[in-house]
């Protein structure tokens, strides 16, 4: 039996998890996507290794939460089973620039399908195109309806009802006024227009000179400052305490880092996370007796 919880990330820096660094003319260093929306992710397996290199640095209970590696001469190989499961992250909202407009986060049925189950949200899912009430955008004259402009065209508001209980309660600072669902269908393109897009070169080892020889330019793409992304998490026990002592009534979060590009500026976060599996009550701790049992 498993106890749930669930992450949310809010982007401090560009975040890019994905394709590492090459030299090569032409290489454009991709971030990992979501097969169907075409959306950035982060694996399961780079959240976990983050958390367990944090943990290793802080206490001994590693092995404990994430299982320890093989040990030579056993012949099972000495392995244990991580306690806490963790499974990748998906995006919520995006922040898009609308050119003459303030900025605003999309999203799409399918990404807040995925987080209502993650976080067992007791709301009906909104429709394509449907923004608050209090969205600022460009009225058709003679109608209701709002109009936001992109790079690549116009889309229309067709439903206003308040998104305020699709944004998460920690973590994040949003406001209902920002907030855009899409069609599943736009998602994609819209993504393609927020990602964070830098050319990099190699330079010579000896002198501050571009390497001609290896290929002159390569190219990374990250999701831009300000994503929000949720994951769930699953644990055996319940007193899972990555970033130490829980304390009461606080926001149980802390800034770390994501992807292999932290040295240039990449990957800073703030990870804030709840649920069950962090409760050390005593009912969950006479609940996690009887299962022991």
Not at 42 to 51: E, T
Not at 169 to 189: H, S, Y
Not at 238 to 254: A, K
């Amino acid at each position: 039996m498993y106890r749930k919880a669930y992450g949310i990330i809010e982007t401090l820096a560009p975040l890019h998890v994905g394709a590492t660094a090459g030299e090569e003319t032409g290489n454009l260093n991709l971030i990992f996507r979501d097969q169907f929306t075409q959306t950035g992710i982060i694996p399961g397996s780079s959240i976990r290794g983050r958390f367990r290199a944090d943990m290793r640095s802080q206490n001994g209970e590693v092995s404990k939460w994430y299982g320890h590696e093989a040990v030579a001469g056993q012949e099972d190989g000495g392995t244990t089973e991580a306690a806490v499961k963790f499974e990748y992250a998906s995006l919520v909202w995006l922040p898009v620039f609308c050119p003459g407009q303030p900025i605003v986060w999309v999203s799409c049925p399918s990404l807040l399908k995925r987080y209502k189950q993650i976080a067992g949200i007791n709301v009906q899912l909104p429709k394509s195109y449907t923004a608050d009430p209090s969205l600022q955008g460009r009225v058709i004259p003679g109608t209701t309806e709002k109009v936001l402009f992109f790079n690549l065209g116009f889309i229309g508001i067709e439903h206003h009802e308040s998104l305020e209980a699709w944004i998460p309660k920690e973590g994040t600072d949003l406001k209902p006024k920002q907030l855009v669902v899409v069609d599943d269908n736009d998602i994609a393109m819209l993504h393609e227009m927020a990602l964070y897009r830098q050319s990099r070169i190699k330079m010579l080892d000896d002198m501050k000179k571009v390497d001609t020889k290896t290929g002159a330019f390569f190219n990374v793409e990250a999701l831009p400052v300000g994503s929000v992304l949720v994951f769930p998490v699953a644990s055996k026990e319940v007193g899972w305490q990555p970033f130490g002592e829980l304390q009461p009534s606080q926001p149980y979060s802390q800034e770390l880092y994501f992807g292999g590009l932290e040295s240039i500026g990449f990957g800073r976060c703030k990870v804030t996370l709840s649920g069950e599996a962090l409760d050390r009550s005593e009912k969950n701790e006479a609940t996690q007796q009887e299962v022991n049992n």
